[in-house]
Nanobody, 120 residues
Framework: QVRLVESGGGLVQPGGSLRLSCVAS????????MSWYRQYTGKEREFVGGIGRGGNIDYARSVKGRFTISGDKDKNMVHLQMNNLKAEDTAVYYC??????????????WGQGTRVTVTS
């Protein structure tokens, strides 16, 4: 069974930085992509950024230039470096993974979420 565990959330002042990390554990054939989503209270989850198996990276427009995604394929980890944080970045951040559990069978997995609060 695949499990995603996030870490690194917390409380930070506007303009500050946080680094989120997510590690995937379990037995599977291949990790096809890992990404971050966030969810505001009462809203749908929204895409923040992600990295594909080939290393291609994409960001939501709202975080481009402030957030940086990096991945460690060998360790099945993804990191989200968040700089110049704003109050509107306050949300619960979820790790998301497209996991090829066995050859040619892909499933989506989510972490439990980590809260980021940006406040003065």
């Amino acid at each position: 069974q695949v499990r995603l565990v996030e870490s690194g959330g917390g409380l930070v002042q506007p303009g500050g930085s946080l680094r989120l990390s997510c590690v995937a554990s379990g037995t599977f054939f291949r990790m096809n992509g890992m990404s971050w989503y966030r969810q505001y209270t009462g809203k749908e989850r929204e895409f923040v950024g992600g990295i594909g198996r080939g290393g291609n990276i994409d960001y939501a427009r709202s975080v481009k230039g402030r957030f940086t995604i990096s991945g460690d394929k060998d360790k099945n980890m993804v990191h989200l470096q968040m700089n110049n944080l704003k109050a509107e970045d306050t949300a619960v951040y979820y790790c998301h993974a497209d996991v090829e559990e066995v050859y040619n069978y892909e499933a989506v997995h989510w972490g439990q979420g980590t809260r980021v609060t940006v406040t003065s």
